[in-house]
Structures are given as structure tokens and as C-alpha cells.
């Protein structure tokens, strides 16, 4: 058979396979959720623009330049380097290069939100973000990064070539279906294993108070009645564990699970700050409404406005481009299947090098108490019990017992949230901390600019000490208006200062002082 028949022969392939499994028209659902896409991606950039220097700079916290030259060194060559861990950065790591890209990323993004696309901007928006993605360290280790990357290389396959609007075929939308379906019910499994607070259906008498970054509204949810944080974690399992399978059933049935999914990501947006996960999450429920459901609740006006012309044609080569994807999404399911089947199933983790299919989990664990660090300077002897300690406050993690809880999401402040995690562990597994209070007794401007508040205005203090605390949420009794108590647990590290020779010698270590 000859290649022009084979080419002939895939509009037929289309009709008898494709089209009985979904016959719907998804060109409004193409346009507003590369839309939406757009929104989410240039959060992410406008977050990277504001924080990429103090953490990844040649000068930051963990230097893109310094992680490089070690990776190079342990993969031995060039060629296997750059297989393992692709970046653009292999060409060029300065913080003019950084920047410029983060800048491109930034612009590009804008343009899709605001309705420009093309194929070679969503390429280029997924190569930028895996290239900040592979070098980000543990500043990139959340699985909205990985949930970008792959929902951003599917659209690549949405987006037209031309001015004119890209054909919508539904094989494309099954396979953002797999993602949300993945996404959510991988959720759903790692709770069922991961901690027994969630079936004796207690977690969230907890996770108000414990999660990462609490919200205003945290503190009103927490001090609901116990039956209310029953209730909604039987619903979460209810939401997590079965509406998943409706995403991949008859039309009706998947406007209903989208809708569910959609108000589920609503609340858990209401009652914390997880970035934008949640707000990507609901984007991944567009693919789930064809055209004729969105024309009823979009105006008329922007539904005339995006139909007002005929789409491009299908032609051979993005056809051959989608089976090829189709393809290659069905061949890397087989790990993340593997995983979400397994006892020991693992939260969001890559399988490939280029993050194009991952399995996806959240709060296997909660934590029943709250940890928190919290950074305090002086400049009197840290041995005279009337030194005067002052301390440093954050943008987002709690800190001063009377500062209302941060609204933030879908904004990602990524120091606060890696100090969370530090304040269940110590500071041999979170070296960065301890570059971060060395920058600190410096005085250092891109360390400064990732807190609230320097209590010494610019000032390097003389020693810096890192107590652990015990966080709880006031009672609704409170009189003192905080919305926090707490108690002084232990010193988590410290003091230190700059003459310091173990201090200096830890720095040394990992070549932090170049």
C-alpha cells in the first residue's frame, strides 16, 4: 500500500473509530481552555520573574550554574547530561539568559490569554517551563509543575498552525480526560493509603490548621463542628474515588462529573492556598463540556465571535501528529497505571525525562500538629538572657501570632512552602535553609526580598537563630483578636553568625561560597 493511500485512508479511521465514541464539536472548548491555559502559565512566570533570582540565580539559594557543573560531573558526558536532564540551559545558566526566557515565557503567556495561539508558541512556552522545571531543584518539586508540563505539551496539538482556528478533535479531549482522571483519582487512592485519618474520616479536624499555607477562611473551617469534617471527607472520597469514572462516560454523565469537579476544586481553593493547582485542575474540567453545553452559559456574543469562522482543516500531518500522540500517551500509561495499582503507590512522580504522562496524588499524609520555623535575629551576645531577639517575617507562612493568615493562590511563594516542609525535619536535609540565614547575616538584597518584613531594615544582624514552634489556631472564645498561639518547642538551628567556622565550613561544603 502507498503512502498516498494510507494518507487517504485516515479521514475514514477517524469516522469509523473517533467520532461514534464522541461526536461532539469542541471548538469553544479548545478556545477557552488554551485561554485558561494561558492564565495559569502566566502565573507561573510572573511567580518565577519575582522570585528566580534570589532562588536560582548565580547568587541565590540553590544556583542554577552550580547544579549544572555537579550534574555534568556526575553523568560523566555531555550527551547523556543532556539526555537525563534536557534544559536550555545547558547552553547558556546566566541570570541574563534566565531572565530573558522567564521574560519570553511571561510575554508568550499573555498573548494566549489574551487569545493569540500558535503552534510555535505553546511549543515554546512548554520548552521554557520544562527548561526552569529541570533546574528548579526542590524550589520545582510539586506536582503542579509536572500537571503544567504535561497539560502544556498537549496543547501544543490544539493550537493552530495558521491564523485561523485549529480543528478540535475529540481524541484530544479524551486525552486531557486521562489527566484529570489521573489527577483525581490518584488523589483519591494515595488518602485511602496513605494515613488513617482518612478513613476514620477525622483528617480534616486536622488539615485547616496543618496544611501548608492556611488562608483567612482556614480559621472559620477549622472551628466547625466535627460531624461537618466527617461529612466532607466522605465526600472527598465520594468525589476522588468514583466520580472520576463519569469523565469517561456518556455525554450527560460527564457534563455532571465536570460540573462536581469543578465546585470540589472551587472549595478546596476557598479553604487554602495551594498555588494553582487547583485552579489548573479546573481548567483540565473544560475537556469534559462539548460546544453545545458551553453555549449555553457563555454570551452569545463570545460564542459568535469564536465560531465566526470556519476552523482550518485537518489536514495529514497534525492528523498523523494526534494518532502519534495518542499513541505515546497510551504507551507511558502503563507506569502511572502501574503506580496508582500499587500498595506502595508514590505521589506525583515523572517516569520520562520530558514529564509527558505522571501520576498525580495529594495529602497521602496529614499532619496532626503544626510545625513552624521561625527565623530571629539580635545584635547583642546570643548568651545574655536579655538580648534582644527580633524576628523576620514572611510572605506567606504564619509567623506573627496577630497577622491575619495570607490570601495568596493561585500566586506561589516557593521559600514559605519549602520551609513548611523543613519544620518536620532538620537542617542536614535542608541545606538551602542554612544558605538562606548565611545570606541573611549578610544582608544579602535577593534574600531580603523574599520576606515580609527585616526587622533590622538592610542591616546584617549578628547572629541568627532558627527556633521550632508549635502553631495552633485561636479559639472562638479569644479575646486577644490573634489568630494564632503557639509555643517555643526547641532551637531547630543555631546561633550562627559569619565567623561562625562550622557555618563557614557548611557553606564551603557545597560550594555556596564561590
Request: aromatic share 14%; hydrophobic share 45%.
Amino acid at each position: 500500500m502507498s503512502y498516498k493511500t494510507v494518507l487517504e485512508q485516515l479521514p475514514r479511521v477517524e469516522t469509523e473509530w473517533i467520532r461514534p465514541l464522541d461526536p461532539g464539536s469542541y471548538r469553544l472548548t479548545s478556545f477557552i481552555f488554551l485561554r485558561f491555559l494561558g492564565l495559569i502559565y502566566t502565573l507561573a512566570f510572573l511567580s518565577l520573574a519575582n522570585q528566580l533570582s534570589p532562588l536560582l540565580g548565580s547568587d541565590g539559594l540553590l544556583p542554577v550554574p552550580l547544579f549544572l557543573e555537579k550534574t555534568l560531573r556526575y553523568f560523566g558526558d555531555g550527551a547523556t547530561a543532556w539526555a537525563r536532564l534536557p534544559t536550555l540551559f545547558w547552553f547558556d545558566a546566566s541570570d541574563e539568559t534566565m531572565m530573558a526566557l522567564c521574560h519570553l515565557g511571561l510575554l508568550l503567556s499573555v498573548l494566549l490569554l489574551l487569545g493569540i495561539s500558535h503552534v510555535l508558541q505553546l511549543a515554546a512556552l512548554w520548552v521554557i517551563y520544562l527548561s526552569f522545571n529541570q533546574v528548579g531543584q526542590i524550589f520545582y518539586g510539586y506536582g503542579w509543575e509536572i500537571l503544567l508540563l504535561e497539560s502544556g505539551f498537549l496543547a501544543i496539538f490544539l493550537a493552530p498552525l495558521r491564523q485561523r482556528q485549529a480543528p478540535s478533535p475529540a481524541a484530544l479531549m479524551w486525552l486531557y480526560r486521562w489527566v484529570l482522571f489521573r489527577v483525581i483519582f490518584g488523589a483519591g487512592l494515595i488518602k485511602i493509603r496513605g494515613d488513617a485519618c482518612w478513613l476514620d474520616l477525622t483528617c480534616m479536624c486536622y488539615h485547616y490548621q496543618t496544611q501548608p499555607i492556611p488562608n483567612p477562611l482556614s480559621w472559620y473551617l477549622h472551628h466547625l463542628p466535627a460531624l461537618f469534617h466527617k461529612l466532607s471527607v466522605l465526600s472527598t472520597h465520594i468525589i476522588e474515588l468514583l466520580v472520576p469514572f463519569l469523565i469517561f462516560s456518556p455525554r450527560r454523565l460527564r457534563h455532571l462529573a465536570g460540573l462536581i469537579l469543578i465546585g470540589f476544586q472551587v472549595l478546596l481553593i476557598l479553604s487554602g492556598n495551594l498555588s494553582w493547582f487547583n485552579w489548573l485542575t479546573i481548567a483540565l474540567c473544560i475537556p469534559c463540556f462539548d460546544d453545545h453545553a458551553l453555549e449555553r452559559i457563555l454570551p452569545h456574543r463570545l460564542t459568535n465571535f469564536i465560531q465566526r469562522d470556519p476552523p482550518a482543516e485537518m489536514g495529514h500531518i497534525r492528523r498523523i501528529g494526534v494518532y502519534s500522540l495518542c499513541i505515546l500517551v497510551f504507551y507511558l500509561s502503563s507506569a502511572p497505571i502501574q503506580n496508582m495499582v500499587s500498595p506502595q503507590q508514590a505521589m506525583n512522580r515523572s517516569y520520562d525525562p520530558l514529564h509527558l504522562v505522571n501520576t498525580y496524588g495529594a495529602f497521602g499524609h496529614i499532619g496532626k500538629q503544626r510545625r513552624e520555623i521561625i527565623l530571629k535575629g539580635t545584635n547583642d551576645h546570643p548568651a545574655d538572657p536579655n538580648a534582644h531577639w527580633h524576628e523576620y517575617q514572611f510572605k506567606a507562612k504564619p509567623g506573627d501570632v496577630d497577622r491575619m493568615p495570607a490570601l495568596v493562590s493561585p500566586y506561589h511563594y516557593r521559600l514559605d512552602w519549602q520551609i513548611w516542609f523543613a519544620a518536620m525535619s532538620d537542617y542536614k536535609s535542608n541545606p538551602w535553609l542554612v544558605h538562606f540565614i548565611y545570606k541573611l547575616l549578610q544582608g544579602n538584597e535577593g534574600a531580603l526580598s523574599l520576606i515580609e518584613h527585616d526587622p533590622f531594615d538592610g542591616k546584617a544582624p549578628a547572629y541568627i537563630q532558627a527556633d521550632l514552634y508549635d502553631y495552633e489556631f485561636t479559639a472562638t472564645d479569644d479575646k486577644t483578636g490573634a489568630w494564632w498561639k503557639r509555643q517555643r518547642l526547641s532551637t531547630w538551628l543555631g546561633p550562627l553568625s559569619l565567623e561562625d567556622p562550622a557555618l563557614r565550613e557548611f557553606i564551603g561544603h557545597y560550594s555556596w561560597d564561590r
